[in-house]
Nanobody, 121 residues
Framework: VQLQASGGGLVQAGGSLRLSCAVS????????MGWFRQAPGKEREFVAA???????YYADSVKGRFTISRDNARNAVYLQMDSLKPEDTAVYYCAAGPNLIPNIEQSVTYWGKGTLVTVSS
């Protein structure tokens, strides 16, 4: 399984971005999917996850502003980010795994290369 994230960029505070993650391989629908992020000088942290069945989970810091979704027909997962704040600035990583548990980085089986999101004040 290979993951390719895209959609990062520079946006002003209050703006929106949509991240996409294209997943190769035939096992997409059997994996839980997630997004993590790593801000400069900080550890990587959980952002959002979506299960095989479509249940969603969010970090408290993004709840109500970010929306994760998946398209099993397109082997893709998305992260819609609205009302962005400067503290959302980070490299965002797409993650996958059959046993992925929200907020548990060690449960991730597959990682994609990150995409940088910069939110200016």
């Amino acid at each position: 399984v290979q993951l390719q994230a895209s959609g990062g960029g520079l946006v002003q505070a209050g703006g929106s971005l949509r991240l996409s993650c294209a997943v190769s391989g035939r096992t997409f629908s059997s994996n839980h999917m997630g997004w993590f992020r790593q801000a400069p000088g900080k550890e990587r942290e959980f952002v959002a996850a979506i299960t095989r069945g479509g249940s969603t989970y969010y970090a408290d810091s993004v709840k109500g502003r970010f929306t994760i979704s998946r398209d099993n027909a397109r082997n893709a997962v998305y992260l819609q980010m609205d009302s962005l704040k400067p503290e959302d600035t980070a490299v965002y990583y797409c993650a996958a795994g059959p046993n992925l548990i929200p907020n548990i980085e060690q449960s991730v089986t597959y990682w994609g290369k990150g995409t940088l999101v910069t939110v200016s004040s």
